[in-house]
């Protein structure tokens, strides 16, 4: 857990701000909504290989330098722009250390330095995804030639999806596919606009995206009509593989560069604000700092349950991020008025001929959440 805390504040004055919160938030711990996740091995990626040749070390670092630009920013151009030519043609400059995995399959791993390669795409002018994500429901409903099957956590059939969701950095999480959810997940209901009944079903997992996969074998080869569900905003789209598996990358690639733009922080549209939150305790303060990491949240004050942080970055993707851990924006009808600071007013009857006041600097702006 990373805590933002200023210099005027430490961790045991939060303690004792927030105390008062405390058996409340004990109470409602229970009842909280499922949040984002912080991705696990964001900059950890495994490519495929032949063997263990240089060439083929070579070609496989390069596959998987593009795996991770892609899995950062959501766009598949990204890796091939201009502002990444000298990364493409040295990635060890940006690589902590490189290992094979016996798999199956064998593969390349290779775990690329986070501080270094955020630096890079930055200094690229590239937009980037942090690693707190929506978490995705995925009802996949299998289609082959020995009948359907929807493919649940425990089954064999749920592997290449968990390997897809990785290599494309989303957290996934499947059902346990019983008779219930059998009825549930079939073809007219996956292949449908009314995303209604998955979301009730969806509900004993806790999720913040429903994602709705009909995968179809013909001929060797598969074929996908997906649906995407993140808050009022509906996606779909269709995909195609060589076997299940590439099936699996290629939707859950589709879903990341959908997802994307929604979250990631843009170079050049970044400003500086205040956030402040109502209705805080200590487990939804070590939420929200996850959810400001990419904004590099500083935490400025704290009243009883009340916080406010100093961020910075796109007022939009900011809300978006929020609305990931279900915060809700007060409204402006509710949002107490600034005090008038007098002192700014010229006097009545002030001397002819006295220098003006200087104006005050724009007040920063403030945004107003509560949980």
């Known amino acids: 857990m990373q805590l933002f805390i200023s210099c005027d504040f430490c961790f045991v004055g939060i303690l004792m701000r927030l105390k008062n919160c405390l058996f409340v938030g004990c109470l409602s711990l229970m009842s909280l909504p499922a949040l984002a996740e912080t991705v696990n091995n964001l900059y950890q990626v495994r490519e495929p290989v032949s063997g263990q040749t240089p060439d083929e070390k070579t070609r496989a670092t390069q596959a998987a330098l593009e795996t991770l630009v892609i899995r950062l920013t959501g766009d598949p151009k990204a890796a091939q722009g201009a502002g990444l030519a000298e990364v493409r043609k040295d990635p060890q400059q940006i690589i902590s250390q490189y290992g094979y995995d016996a798999g199956p399959p064998e593969s390349l791993q290779v775990d690329f330095d986070p501080a270094s390669t955020d630096r890079a795409l930055r200094q690229a002018g590239l937009s980037l995804w942090g690693s707190n994500r929506p978490v995705i429901m995925a009802w996949w409903l299998n289609d082959a030639t020995d009948g359907a099957n929807l493919v649940g956590d425990g089954q064999s059939s749920a592997e290449p999806l968990r390997r897809a969701a990785q290599h494309r950095g989303l957290p996934l999480r499947l059902p346990l596919a019983d008779l219930s959810e059998q009825g549930i997940g079939n073809a007219k209901t996956l292949d449908g606009n009314d995303v209604a009944p998955l979301k009730q079903a969806s509900e004993r997992y806790g999720s913040d995206a429903i994602l709705a996969v009909h995968a179809q074998e013909n ?71 996850r959810l400001l990491e990419p904004f590099g949240g500083r935490l400025k004050s704290v009243d009883a349950d009340r916080v406010t942080f100093d961020v910075s970055g796109s007022t939009d993707q900011l809300r978006s991020q929020l609305a990931l851990a279900k915060l809700q924006e007060v409204p402006a009808a509710e949002v107490p008025s600034a005090p008038v600071d007098a002192g700014q007013t010229p006097a009545v009857g002030a001397t002819p001929g006295a220098p003006a006041p200087v104006p005050a600097p724009a007040a920063t702006q403030t945004l107003h959440f509560r949980w």
């Not at 789209?237 to 939707?251: E, F, I, W």
């Not at 929604?262 to 604000?273: C, D, E, T």
Request: proline letters at 3%; a positive charge.
């Open 219 to 289: 001929g060797g080869q598969w074929q996908g009509k997906w649906h995407l569900w993140l808050g009022d905003k509906a996606e779909q789209g269709t995909a195609t593989g060589a076997s299940s598996a590439a099936l699996a990358d290629a939707v859950l690639l589709a879903v990341s560069q959908r997802l994307a733009p929604r979250f990631v922080v843009k170079p050049g549209a970044s400003s500086s604000m205040a956030l402040e939150v109502q209705g805080m305790n200590l487990e939804r303060y070590a939420q929200l700092g």
